[in-house]
């Protein structure tokens, strides 16, 4: 499936900035089960950009503006080209090992109610009970197309009827480390949430399980299925915070207004 993706972020401010420092997660690189066509990133400012990558494996650039600045916007564009894979994540950026994405973190620290929500899934079977797993926790929730809360937790999330696919994946990811399952946050693009009337656009999260013998396997809450070739992956940690396709500082007073403008086409042509 060829991905066409143009993702156009844009903060205003209402005091002029003195200086602003962002860290974009914002580029997809190739795996085995997808080929990145072409990527363009562009400011619309001066801006020095340094490129990287951070303790995950995720590519990563680092964005200065020297004030004053009233406004910017990060756009990135192009094509990505996938092939099914049945959710199986083949030839990616590895260098931690599955283990460490047992690890608690504030946003994903389970109670007993989450606790208690993943025991109730009955399969002996790992692959099997991580396929009903995601298909409890999408039938559990409404789907909320707002603007995702910030900062909301897993446990602050289950306790909630409507939530956003953030939300969604925080739950399933922090459910399954209590089943002594390594799981992690996925950030990227998708048609998945975007293709209805009332979506608000954003990039879309996921969720991957590590399987024995079977290496990381995509979920997605949001839709109850694997992730699967209309999912175009970038980042990866241990929460939504981690996986943040725009995060840092500003130096200046006033308000930050954000309007985020994202458009994902998919076609059948490789």
Same mark, same amino acid.
């Given at each position: 499936?060829?991905?066409?993706?143009?993702?156009? /972020?844009?903060?205003?401010?209402? +005091?002029?900035? *003195?200086?602003? /420092?962002?860290?974009?997660?914002?580029?997809?690189?190739?795996?085995?089960?997808?080929?990145?066509? $072409?990527?363009?990133?562009?400011?619309?400012?001066? *801006?020095?950009?340094?490129?990287?990558?951070?303790?995950?494996?995720?590519?990563?650039?680092?964005?200065?503006?020297?004030?004053?600045?009233? +406004?910017?916007?990060?756009?990135?564009?192009?094509?990505?080209? /996938?092939?099914? &894979?049945?959710?199986?994540?083949?030839? $990616?950026?590895?260098?931690?090992?599955?283990?460490?994405?047992?690890?608690?973190?504030?946003?994903? /620290?389970?109670?007993?109610?989450?606790? &208690?929500?993943?025991?109730?899934?009955?399969?002996?079977?790992?692959?099997?009970?991580?396929?009903?797993?995601?298909?409890?926790?999408?039938? %559990?929730?409404?789907?909320?197309?707002?603007?995702?809360?910030?900062?909301?937790?897993?446990?602050?999330?289950?306790?909630?009827?409507? @939530? +956003?696919?953030?939300?969604?994946?925080?739950?399933?990811?922090?459910? *399954?480390?209590?089943?002594?399952?390594?799981?992690?946050?996925?950030? $990227?693009? &998708?048609?998945?949430?975007?293709?209805?009337?009332?979506?608000?656009?954003?990039?879309?999260?996921?969720?991957?399980?590590?399987?024995?013998?079977?290496?990381?396997?995509?979920?997605?809450?949001?839709?109850?299925?694997?992730?699967?070739?209309?999912?175009? %992956?970038?980042?990866?940690?241990?929460?939504?915070?981690?996986?943040?396709? @725009?995060?840092?500082? %500003?130096? $200046?007073?006033?308000?930050?207004?954000?309007?985020?403008?994202?458009? @994902?086409?998919?076609?059948?042509?490789?």
């Amino acid at each position: 499936m060829r991905l066409a993706i143009d993702h156009r /972020t844009t903060y205003r401010f209402t +005091s002029p900035q *003195a200086r602003l /420092t962002q860290l974009l997660r914002l580029t997809p690189e190739d795996t085995h089960d997808q080929s990145v066509a $072409g990527w363009h990133l562009h400011v619309d400012c001066d *801006a020095r950009l340094r490129y990287g990558r951070d303790g995950f494996g995720n590519r990563t650039t680092m964005l200065y503006v020297e004030g004053p600045i009233d +406004s910017i916007e990060i756009h990135v564009s192009g094509e990505v080209l /996938t092939n099914r &894979s049945h959710g199986i994540v083949h030839g $990616g950026h590895e260098p931690l090992p599955p283990q460490l994405f047992l690890r608690e973190t504030p946003l994903t /620290t389970p109670n007993a109610e989450i606790a &208690s929500f993943a025991q109730t899934i009955d399969e002996s079977d790992p692959v099997a009970r991580l396929h009903a797993l995601n298909l409890a926790v999408h039938r %559990r929730f409404a789907l909320c197309r707002g603007k995702p809360v910030a900062g909301r937790t897993a446990i602050e999330a289950f306790a909630e009827g409507e @939530v +956003s696919a953030r939300d969604l994946a925080q739950v399933f990811v922090t459910a *399954a480390r209590t089943l002594g399952v390594p799981a992690r946050y996925v950030s $990227g693009y &998708s048609p998945a949430c975007v293709d209805v009337a009332d979506a608000r656009p954003a990039p879309h999260g996921w969720a991957e399980a590590h399987v024995p013998g079977l290496g990381w396997v995509a979920f997605d809450p949001c839709t109850g299925l694997c992730a699967d070739e209309a999912y175009a %992956r970038v980042a990866v940690a241990l929460d939504s915070a981690g996986a943040a396709p @725009v995060a840092g500082s %500003r130096l $200046g007073e006033g308000e930050e207004l954000l309007d985020v403008d994202l458009h @994902v086409d998919r076609t059948s042509g490789q």
